[in-house]
């Protein structure tokens, strides 16, 4: 049996936490969410990603990510501007419930006021309707791709009403790289110029979103959590499809490089966002307003409501067989 031997915290000395590749040795659990902590500061001010914010609303999954990333902001930045958490109720069998548990308690913990939209008794439909209709075959799109449109929507539009100025979330370093690197081989330019710390509102309607943790990789979320002993939840979306072929192998590929060479995702992120993003003249889409709803949306009608109505049509059918 292999034992580890861990080495006393480079900075103060007590037992070590975990090997910290940028310290080239230990560090404790305090030192180590510290230079997480330190990470996020650095990145938020480089990228201004608080410029003009004063009330920012952070979306709470109950996931390892946003879970640091809330505890982390609350920490940072929680006197100085107001930060309010939010949970959407995807209305998903025991995951939903099991996350927003999770997600109530880490609010706590971060002395951090949360709401919750539940999506059943906000637009009658939930994720496991969407499931059942799309294994019927009564609608086209997968759970997991109307759930992407649905957390959207809710959380800019939530964002918008309440007036918060921006929207956070915990995309991470690996979800930056992975979503990058797919985007460029399959020459989706639309969605690479998104993959940015923030993108300004460009509607008096779309809140200004930002994601904090672009520097910060899964596995320092992962130890995040367990350093400061969060809550998150156990259970994973039974929805969730098997990662597409082309994403996984790159993904796996980066992870390789980033063990041979420390930094290289930082690398491949920087000189995209500093370097090649600026080279791409792709002008904005013009936006206007929902002829139903009222929110941004690039046609007549917002991708929400062309949803809800294919949704909703379909379980009124089902009901009426
Ligand atoms: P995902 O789309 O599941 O990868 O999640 C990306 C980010 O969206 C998370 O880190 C959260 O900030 C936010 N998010 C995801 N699910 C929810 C939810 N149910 N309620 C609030 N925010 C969410
Ligand atoms: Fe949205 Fe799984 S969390 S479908
Ligand atoms: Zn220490
Ligand atoms: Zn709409």
């Known amino acids: 049996m292999q034992v580890q031997i861990m080495g006393k915290c ?4 007590s037992p070590g936490f975990t090997y910290v590749p940028e310290y080239k040795g230990y560090l404790c659990k305090e030192h180590y969410s510290r230079f997480i902590q330190a990470k996020v500061d650095r ?10 914010v004063k009330r920012l609303l952070v979306g709470v999954s109950g996931g390892k990510d946003s879970v640091s990333l809330l505890h982390i902001l609350s920490h940072l930045y929680g006197g100085r501007i107001e930060i309010k958490a939010l949970f959407i109720n995807l209305g998903i069998p025991v995951y939903s419930a099991e996350s927003m548990q999770a997600a109530a308690k880490a609010a706590t913990l ?4 949360i709401d919750v939209v539940d999506i059943k008794e906000e637009y009658g439909f939930t994720i496991r309707d969407a499931a059942e209709l799309f294994l ?25 009403e309440k007036g918060f100025d921006a929207v956070a979330t915990g995309h991470n370093l690996d979800d930056f790289t992975r979503f990058s690197a797919v985007n460029i081989v399959t020459g989706m330019v639309k969605d690479l110029v998104k993959q940015v710390p923030r993108e300004d509102s460009i509607h008096p309607k779309m809140a200004t979103r930002i994601k904090p943790l672009c ?3 899964n596995e320092e979320t992962r130890k ?17 499809p098997p990662p597409r072929k082309l994403s996984s192998l790159i993904a796996g590929k980066i992870d390789e490089i980033e063990g041979e060479i420390p930094g290289f995702k930082a690398m491949f992120i920087g000189n995209l966002w500093s370097k090649i993003l ?6 904005r889409e013009q936006l206007r307003e929902c002829e139903l709803c009222g929110m941004p949306s690039s046609g007549k009608v917002c ?14 059918k089902e009901r009426f067989l």
Do not use: Q
């Not at 990145?43 to 003009?52: A, D, F, M, N, Y």
């Not at 019927?136 to 918008?160: F, H, M, Q, W």
């Not at 995040?224 to 969730?240: G, I, R």
């Not at 600026?278 to 002008?283: A, K, Q, R």
């Open 10 to 13: 480079k900075i103060c000395g």
């Open 43 to 52: 990145c938020v001010k480089r990228h201004g990603l608080l410029r003009g």
């Open 110 to 113: 971060a002395g951090v006021d």
């Open 136 to 160: 019927e075959r009564k609608i086209s799109r997968p759970p997991c791709s109307v759930c992407g449109t649905v957390k959207r929507y809710i959380l800019n539009k939530y964002a918008v």
């Open 215 to 217: 520097l910060v990789s």
């Open 224 to 240: 995040y959590v367990l350093a400061n002993d969060l809550p998150v939840v156990e259970s994973s979306c039974p929805y969730k």
């Open 278 to 283: 600026p080279m791409l003249n792709t002008p």
């Open 303 to 316: 991708s929400f409501c062309r949803l809800r109505e294919t949704i909703t049509k379909a379980m009124s």
